[in-house]
């Protein structure tokens, strides 16, 4: 076997690691504030749908990306409601979510299923750089938005570290009384990064649905990647430049059965090869829950705890 | 809270009114078929008659009640499996993947074991055998929560895809032990007549509701009168209170996760055992598992009321099938969007159920004078 093939399924992986960085930027900016959304897997296939049934009836490509943010917004303020202002169980209320929507996104994606995408995301010609062997295909061939996601977790990973508002919002994932007794509003900032965090799963859901699947299908769109996403938050120990690596890795693995299959290499049953993304996700879990990594995570400490100040 | 000049302020009540136990999920369920309404609405279908044809095919018509009661009968099962672990914080979604693994289980016992016992324990055989399966299934996470604080939210949802792969293998991708030899179709291999209950008359009930139907009360007794039941409930409640008063927290976590498994995969069992008799993918596309966390959810962890919402539950999804075969075809998904709406209302619905909301208004009185010495 050629080492080409390698080459593409390593560039292959770096593009799935798209809806993967998103989305798990999402959950992470979303976790720095102290809430925890499960939701993530319904809100890729309502981004998903979302923009393919705008594209079909505008042919936009842009305005459909546009609806697909707005949608994980939407889904992401119902979420921040629940669990901030209503002090619903984070959880039960992410499941909701991930049911609520499996069920519209094939509800509202019915008189379009089986539609192949009326528009794609081409990817950037860098003319004679793209054709170079190796570097080509893995840095010079990819779509606007794959660039645009690297830069975005660039500039988290500096809002987090660098800026007041970062040091607000890790302060209250950690400590929400601290934050409350400076005057700031927890309510506030914990509305504003789950909101934000919805709109890149949105957006995640968005181009993947045109980067990546050929028509809409709600059973073959996401394929437990929102659940991946999760698991990768926790990989990249709430870190987004850490997540770039994490999703690749998770992406080569999401790769390898197709690189398989398409190579007529039979060694195992299909089946049993694409089990191996959700058995490795589950082994990196178990080694991060070691005591020892555990101190090295930091995750935010009040995950999943609602904020209650003692009104007098 | 102030807005305007009313003050609006939350008080933890001490005891919920009994009337708003009730009134909540009722609530909920009124206004998730507004929300589902509006969808109906925007893609052309009449709501009122579509939500009369719903209720008619789902639970008021004779065959419609009866298909809804089978339909019912594992849904409790994977209701009992998330109510049994939710209501202690263990976060078991793996429901789907342990439901599948009891279904194999129960083929494998029907098909194994079923020739060499007399008829009278071969059903109970099937359905032990399909329990232990769906216990098997969680064990790794329930171990690795319990040892090693590992989260059970993701590991139990990540085996889920696994067992699916499992079941495609079994049927379409090899032609293996549960893979009916006689056909090239793939479909499972029946189990012996032997192991599986006859339906009551001509209707898709099967006498695995009543089973179903008597572990709920077993259970709703048990959690309130046993030790056990309250050692769970002191663990839920403050887990550091629980390992002060001498409870083993690591005993406590995996065996309610393994119960929790068993009952997920006893559902899958009584699928074999009632309508499927076989290892039958046809189960894939129903998500009685992930339903099973809303009918919990729904039914706030008490199991009695666990069969209450599961037949609600079921009856959407019987209903619905019938209005998609219909000569105006509404998408089955519709059942799925009303659960995950109703679980949305319940949720928000549970603040008026703890707390008080009391609005009062704000006066001019409380001005504070500034620079006043006596």
Request: proline share 5%; net charge positive; glycine share 10%.
């Amino acid at each position: 076997m050629n080492s080409n093939v390698w080459i593409l399924t390593f560039a292959d992986a770096i593009s799935i690691a798209t809806t993967l960085i998103l989305a798990s930027l999402g959950a992470m900016i979303t976790e720095r504030s102290g809430v925890i959304n499960l939701g993530v897997e319904g809100y890729l296939l309502m981004g998903a749908v979302t923009g393919f049934i705008v594209a079909d009836s505008t042919g936009q490509l842009w305005l459909a990306l546009v609806a697909s943010i707005i949608v994980g917004a939407a889904m992401a303020l119902v979420h921040a409601t629940l669990t901030v202002t209503l002090r619903a169980n984070q959880i039960v209320s992410g499941l909701a979510m991930v049911i609520f929507g499996t069920g519209l996104s094939q509800f509202i994606g019915k008189p379009v299923e089986g539609k192949t995408r009326p528009v794609i995301i081409d990817k950037i010609k860098f003319g004679t750089l793209s054709d170079l062997p190796l570097v080509g295909p893995i840095i010079f061939g990819h779509d606007p938005i794959t660039y645009l996601t690297w830069l975005l977790a660039l500039s988290i990973s500096l809002y987090f570290h660098r800026t007041r508002p970062g040091l607000i919002l890790r302060a209250t994932g950690d400590a929400p009384a601290t934050v409350d007794a400076q005057g700031v509003s927890v309510r506030r900032v914990r509305y504003l990064h789950t909101v934000v965090g919805g709109a890149l799963m949105g957006l995640g859901g968005g181009w993947y649905m045109f980067a990546r699947a050929a028509a809409w299908s709600q059973a073959a769109t996401t394929n437990g990647i929102g659940w991946i996403a999760l698991a990768l938050v926790v990989f990249a120990s709430w870190r987004p430049l850490r997540a770039i690596v994490g999703a690749v890795l998770f992406g080569f693995c999401l790769q390898v059965p197709f690189t398989l299959q398409g190579q007529q290499i039979n060694i195992l049953p299909p089946e049993i090869v694409s089990m191996f993304p959700y058995l490795m996700t589950l082994v990196v879990l178990v080694a991060l829950s070691t005591p020892r990594a555990r101190r090295l995570l930091g995750a935010p400490k009040m995950l999943g705890q609602p904020f209650v100040r003692d009104e007098r | 809270m102030i807005v305007g000049k009313t003050r609006i302020q939350l008080e933890a009540r001490l005891t919920s009114p009994r009337w708003l136990i009730v009134a909540v999920p009722m609530l909920s369920v009124l206004l998730a078929s507004v929300v589902g309404g509006v969808f109906l609405l925007l893609t052309g279908h009449p709501p009122l008659r579509t939500y009369g044809d719903l209720l008619n095919n789902g639970y008021t018509s004779f065959y419609g009640l009866t298909d809804t009661l089978g339909l019912a009968t594992p849904l409790i099962c994977t209701g009992m499996a998330a109510a049994f672990a939710f209501r202690m914080n263990l976060y078991n979604i793996g429901q789907e993947g342990q439901l599948y693994l009891g279904m194999v289980g129960g083929a494998w016992a029907g098909i194994a074991l079923a020739p060499h016992l007399t008829p009278f324990i071969a059903v109970p055989v099937v359905l032990v055998t399909g329990a232990l399966f769906g216990a098997a299934w969680v064990l790794v996470p329930a171990l690795l929560r319990a040892r090693l604080g590992t989260s059970e939210i993701v590991s139990t949802l990540l085996l889920n895809y696994v067992a699916l792969n499992l079941i495609n293998y079994f049927i379409f991708g090899s032609r293996g032990f549960f893979r009916d030899p006689s056909t090239p179709f793939p479909q499972g291999r029946m189990i012996y007549e032997s192991a599986r209950f006859d339906p009551f008359g001509t209707t898709n009930t099967y006498p695995t509701l009543l089973v179903s139907m008597f572990l709920a009360v077993f259970l709703f007794w048990f959690v309130r009168s046993s030790n056990y039941g309250y050692e769970t409930s002191v663990f839920a409640d403050s887990p550091s209170t629980a390992r002060y008063a001498g409870m083993n927290s690591t005993w406590l976590t995996t065996s309610v996760l393994l119960v929790s498994g068993s009952l997920a995969g006893l559902g899958g069992a009584m699928y074999v055992v009632g309508p499927a008799g076989k290892v039958d993918p046809g189960i894939l596309q129903i998500g009685l598992g992930y339903a099973g966390i809303v009918v919990a959810a729904l039914a706030r962890y008490n199991f009695v009321a666990v069969i209450l919402t599961a037949i609600l539950f079921a009856g959407l999804r019987v209903g619905g099938s019938a209005l998609q075969a219909s000569s105006d075809p509404v998408p089955i998904a519709i059942a799925v969007v009303l659960q995950g709406a109703v679980l949305l209302f319940a949720l928000g619905g549970e603040l008026f159920r703890r707390n008080r909301v009391v609005i009062t208004r704000v006066t001019e009185s409380h001005q504070v004078i500034v620079g006043e010495v006596s």
